[in-house]
């Protein structure tokens, strides 16, 4: 077939579908880049470049100079998937001198007696947290925040990893054929409050949800009302806040008693 | 004719087998998350067969579809034997056996992360191995048809390449670039995460990726199916293509503005610039123009048989075509289907219409429709058009046929109009349960019910066209004639060098990436704050 070489302006079929591209592409970015975001007063913008900017989505540094503190202590653990899941021996060993002053309220084996929380088999992920969150500041206990003031990082660390040791104790009320409400099965979507096992086991668990299985119904009842209450606030996001508050003063019941009596 | 006959009929025969599986996923799931299922299963087991579904009706059964006709068109079209015949095998079994790789972790429970990836969430390595296997076994298909095309040129400089050849060798094009974007996702995102070398992921910038894919690989999905509009329908009711340089410039117009308009996928997502999601919009709009040809030219072509068939007035030749054609009915019911899913798709598109559906159930109505509907409905029609050269057996049930079907869109406009509807009532997607007790839910457990049994529907059709294939290995052989494709009412003996080679239009494809996509990957790329904490689904119970 004898004709133009292709890649010619003089071929038509050049010419014109790179020419009708070009200029849909320029006309597109003219209107979407400058003409409407000018045509938006609330973007409040100075000139096309600002216009320009603004619609291309780079980054700006915000023009609030001071950031507003919050009244009370926040978190500062930053929570991964993979965190302290490796085990280490010499924390391990390290731990089980330091926990020798836990003893006294979470038990010898780290099963307690006197309704504070089972740490035996609690991720250690999740035990660094809360130490870490007692010595900062962002959970208050009267017992416990004297005790993690304390402790450096490597303590919190070690002590977490000795009681990840530990084995998982059933509590004296298990009964594993108690049908799981619902309430930790699907959750309640209309009320935005996602199963509880979607984090804390049984469907799946996730970073910093500590297992709750055998923890004594005392407790979580406690710290579903200190959640829902504000009184306590290191949730990360207000997740448990916001999940506390919309859940009925049976649903709470039925999660404590359930989680009580399994393994 | 056709010579590697075991090679299409095994890409057709695994691709049907994968399809069967997962309709039966899609049936379960419209059942168990409607109000017709008392609520009492684990969602993970929901969201473990959405992720299967979604894969094996997203890359394993379109891909071997598409792999399969492209074989039998280049040795059909061209009139010789398929060049790279082995590679074509180790393509099929790279598919194949990446299928089984990514389907382990998935009914494990050890990647319920959706087909579409959905970063932070990762899971189990396998799963995305599995898929790049898929994908990596496609580009051989997408090497092969061009190297044939190529050959055949050389071999024949005078002749203009056939028609579904070069819509063939544009949809490998098609593809060959698509999943260049979700393979960066996978290869550079996503595993280095799911292998633990990272723990944090850049889940804007994998999004952006994907959505480089998840569009125009929706073209892919098309492709099939327009080369059945313009090469197998014309001939199958005893008529004349239209055009033949409309099917050329349709193809093009795939090939060039398919691809850089994926960002409509990403219109509630913060990290793109509204100007780059206006542009998007905008090449959205320009992608409906060779739909609008395809149809324009179909619906010629169909006039001139039933012309041709004694059909007179302004609306007799309609009357005058063969309706007991099974290709007749599946490219009408087709049609309907695709205007009716067009028509919801320029809705999804348009940046301000969007914000009322988006992640709503409409959207995943509105893709059930064009590809579940008005897509796979030909790749009935091409499996019945193409199996009687392939086993040498004529098809004969042509009623069992006809009834599937119809059976095949009554399902698919059963399932998917209620679909549409509780997407506008504000009915989210990707949820494993709604409670129907709620009042705010209650007004759609009628329409979620009514869709539901669309699904079984579906399943039954799914069923019929199984037993025809298998059926058509059993009939007594007879001699088919050699496989043709339509022929043009002017067929081309001269045409433009730029209908008959892609180099301008693989240039414009690439142009406009980097004008559309450019900005987008680049910012997200320097920005180091972008990076978030995957979440790992499934990691340790």
């Known amino acids: 077939m004898n004709e133009l070489p292709l890649f010619s302006l003089r071929n038509r079929w050049f010419s014109v579908s790179v020419g009708v591209t070009a200029a849909i592409a320029v006309l597109a970015a003219l209107a979407g880049l400058i003409w409407l975001p000018l045509a938006q007063p609330d973007l409040k913008l100075s000139g096309i470049w600002e216009a320009i900017c603004s619609a291309a989505g780079v980054p700006q540094s915000t023009s609030q100079s001071t950031v507003i503190e919050p009244g009370f202590r926040t978190s500062n653990v930053v929570m991964t998937s993979e965190m302290l899941t490796k085990r280490d021996q010499v924390a391990i060993g390290r731990g089980a001198t330091l926990a020798q002053r836990c003893a006294i309220c979470h038990g010898p084996q780290g099963v307690s007696d006197a309704n504070s929380p089972n740490l035996a088999g609690q991720f250690a992920a999740v035990t660094y947290k809360e130490l870490n969150d007692f010595k900062t500041g962002a959970r208050v206990n009267t017992v416990m925040s004297p005790f993690a003031a304390t402790m450096t990082n490597r303590d919190m660390l070690d002590v977490a990893a000795y009681y990840a040791y530990l084995p998982r104790v059933p509590s004296n009320s298990l009964d594993i054929d108690m049908v799981a409400p619902a309430i930790v099965v699907t959750g309640a979507p209309m009320r935005n409050i996602p199963p509880c096992g979607s984090c804390h086991g049984d469907i799946d668990n996730k970073a910093g949800s500590p297992w709750l299985g055998a923890q004594s119904a005392v407790y979580i009842k406690a710290q579903l009302h200190a959640f829902a209450s504000g009184a306590r606030r290191n949730d990360i996001s207000q997740q448990m806040r916001n999940i506390a508050r919309q859940m009925t003063a049976e649903e709470v019941d039925q999660v404590a008693r359930y989680y009580e009596a399994q393994p | ?541």
């Open chain 2, 1 to 541: 004719m056709l010579i590697n006959k075991r090679l299409i009929l095994a890409h057709f025969w695994l691709a049907f087998a994968v399809f069967g599986l997962a309709l039966l996923l899609g049936a379960w799931q419209m059942f168990v998350r409607s109000p017709l299922n008392a609520w009492h299963f684990n969602p993970e087991f929901y969201y473990r067969s959405v992720t299967a579904h979604g894969s094996a009706m997203g890359y394993v059964f379109p891909t071997l579809v598409a792999m399969g006709f492209g074989y039998a068109i280049t040795e059909s079209a061209l009139e010789k034997p398929l060049i790279g015949r082995r590679w074509a095998w180790v393509g099929f079994f790279l598919v194949a056996v990446g299928a089984v790789v990514a389907m382990i972790p998935v009914s494990l429970g050890l990647a319920s992360v959706l087909y579409t990836f959905y970063p932070p969430m990762v899971g189990n390595p396998f799963y995305y191995i599995g898929v790049v296997m898929v994908v990596v076994g496609s580009w051989i298909w997408v090497a092969l048809m061009p190297i044939n095309m190529a050959i055949w040129k050389r071999e024949n400089p005078d002749k203009p390449v056939p028609l579904a050849m070069f819509a063939n060798v544009a949809g490998a094009y098609l593809w060959g670039w698509t999943a260049v974007g979700a393979a960066l996702e996978i290869l550079f995102q996503i595993l280095p995460v799911a292998l633990g070398l990272k723990s944090t992921i850049d889940a804007g910038l994998a999004r952006v990726f994907f959505s480089w894919s998840l569009h125009a690989i929706v073209y892919f999905w098309l492709m099939p199916t327009y080369i059945a509009y313009y090469t197998i329908f014309p001939r199958a009711i005893g008529g004349r293509l239209y055009s033949d340089a409309m099917g050329r410039i349709a193809f093009i117009l795939f090939v060039v503005v398919a691809m850089p308009i994926g960002v409509h996928h990403l219109f509630a997502d913060p990290q793109v610039g509204a100007g780059f999601k206006f542009m998007h919009s905008v090449f959205t709009g320009l992608v409906a123009l060779p739909t609008l040809l395809t149809v324009f030219t179909i619906c010629a072509s169909a006039e001139i048989a039933g012309r041709l068939r004694g059909g007179r007035g302004a609306f007799g030749w309609v009357r005058a075509l063969p309706w007991q054609n099974p290709i007749m009915l599946a490219t009408a019911l087709s049609l309907v289907m695709l205007g009716f899913g067009g028509a919801g798709g320029l809705i999804n598109m348009s940046y301000q219409l969007d914000a009322s559906v988006h992640n709503t159930q409409w959207i995943t109505g509105h893709f059930h429709l064009i590809f579940g509907g008005a897509i796979v409905i030909m790749y009935f029609a091409i499996a019945y058009d193409l199996w009687p050269h392939l086993t040498g057996r004529a098809l004969e049930s042509f009623g069992l046929m006809r009834t599937q079907l119809w059976l095949w869109f009554i399902g698919m406009i059963v399932t998917t109009f209620p679909w549409h509807y509780v997407g506008i009532l504000g009915m989210p997607r990707r949820m494993a349960f709604y409670d129907y007790a709620n009042p705010a839910i209650s007004p759609q457990a009628f329409s979620v019910s009514v869709s539901a049994v669309g699904g079984f529907i579906l399943l039954a059709s799914g069923v019929m066209f199984l037993i025809v294939l298998i059926r058509g290995h059993g009939a007594p052989a007879s001699e088919a004639n050699a496989y043709r494709f339509s022929v043009a009412l002017h067929m081309p003996a001269r045409i433009p060098i730029a209908l008959n080679s892609f180099g301008l239009w693989l240039a414009l494809m690439i142009g406009l990436t980097v004008v559309n996509y450019g900005y987008p990957i680049a910012q997200l790329m320097v920005l180091k704050e972008t990076n978030v904490p995957a979440v790992y689904v499934g990691a340790s119970r």
